[in-house]
């Protein structure tokens, strides 16, 4: 009878390993599938957190809900630690301003991601010319300030500026630049900024070509 009990617990021990084993081999087999180029990846990094990320987000067409979630948490508001949920094109942004640099593997860091009414405000009253808009695109996760190390800030903003995909925020004195899917539009803010802004209006007035964007608006 104990020689029945152990070849029927051993037969079952069995099973299971190969179980173990087909899932294992299906699992393989599915991340197979997915070629490199489809694949969209971000490496980011918080600078007020401290966290990194490397996700996945989206395959081909498909945006895939945990890695989506993974990055509004981390582009959460940190000083209410609430998140909101971002607006994937932002996400292709950024991928594709990586691509525009040369840079597809690269890390960006993050001065900003999705902020609350309260922090939008708490920063808009810390000046009277704080450069934060009253109805900022953070405030509806379609908008992240950012550095990419190595890369000067005036390139990060030409490559972001040639895509075409939104607003481009220039502030040379904090070193960042603010991407969002709004509007297309572009401005600067900051010393280094009014002096390009200056030189921008005179250009203009010389070629009397109404069409050119104003470089001054101070929004976000």
Known sequence: MRT??????ALAIAALIGLSGFASAKDADTSAS???DDAYRLRLHHLHTGESIDVVYRVGDTYLPDGIAKLNYFLRDHRTQTESR??????DLLHSLLAKLGRPNGEIDIVCGY???WSNKLLRSRSA??????HSQHMQARAIDIRVPGVTTA?????ALSLRAGGVGYYPVNQFVHVDVGPVREWSYGQAGRRRAQSHSIARARRRTPHHAPATATGE
């Open 86 to 91: 971002y607006d994937p094109k932002e996400f």
């Open 155 to 159: 390139r990060l903003r030409d490559a």
């Open 34 to 36: 997915v070629r490199p």
């Open 4 to 9: 029945g009990i152990r070849l029927s617990f």
């Open 129 to 134: 010319n704080s450069g934060v808009a009253e």
């Open 115 to 117: 902020r609350t009414p």
